[in-house]
């Protein structure tokens, strides 16, 4: 399962991962088109997500000059921090900051097992 995915150029973004970027490139402020650019989105997901985004209060729009600017708030950063825990804990070599490199699993078949 592991070389499929490896194998893979081309892996799909889940929800998380596009949500995350999308803060990540609002945090100092952008308009809509720069954020659809960046992230890659089509102007009707963008749409979506910005009102999703909008609705849970992770970012915030401002008019400025006649634009709208989207731009991240305090609990938009909690998650941009509480994404990048998770991203590391689920790093698939198995290595994060202040552990040994010796992994806790061990591929038995086609199942993973914890180590003894």
Known sequence: MKEVLESNSRKRRDRLYI?????????????KTQIMYKANLSFAQLNEYLSFLLETKLIVS???AEKTVYKVTSKGMRFLQNYAKIRDLL??????????STPIFTLDGNCYKIRD
């Open 62 to 64: 401002n008019s400025r």
């Open 91 to 100: 790093k698939a070599d198995g290595k994060r900051a202040g552990e040994n």
């Open 19 to 31: 949500i995350a970027d999308i803060l990540s490139i609002a945090k100092s402020g952008s308009l």
